[in-house]
């Protein structure tokens, strides 16, 4: 199973930036997609950007399409994710997750999860 821990999180007012970091053991390369997650309080987890390992293919939530980034970098088994033009609805904790058994940006196909980091946006 692969091994992931987040960081990055932290409180900004609105307009502001953050980059999270998820850092993963050596399992990613059998990793088929990365994905990050938010969940706000009485909420359910809902998909925010997830990039295939392989060949670097994104895809985004509507809600955040234009002001995030999702990138990886092979050589450091790390992905990002570049948030700008924060907004107090991006407020919440951010799972950084692992599909390691196809191409897939489900909740459900992803097995391995990161702790979460807290990201609050101020207005």
């Known amino acids: 199973q692969v091994q992931l821990v987040e960081s990055g999180g932290g409180s900004v007012q609105a307009g502001g930036s953050l980059r999270l970091s998820c850092a993963a053991s050596e399992g990613t390369f059998s990793s088929y997609a990365m994905g990050w997650f938010r969940q706000a309080p009485g909420k359910e987890r809902e998909f925010v950007a997830g990039?295939?390992?392989?060949?670097?293919?994104?895809a985004y939530a509507d809600s955040v399409k234009g002001r995030f980034t999702i990138s990886r970098d092979k050589s450091k088994n790390t992905v990002y994710l570049q948030m700008n033009s924060l907004k107090p609805e991006d407020t919440a904790v951010y799972y950084c997750?692992?599909?390691?058994?196809?191409?897939?940006?489900?909740?459900?196909?992803?097995?391995?999860w990161g702790q979460g980091t807290q990201v609050t946006v101020s207005s």
């Open positions: 990039i295939t390992w392989s060949g670097g293919s994104t």
């Open positions: 997750a692992a599909n390691t058994k196809y191409v897939s940006f489900r909740r459900t196909d992803f097995g391995s």
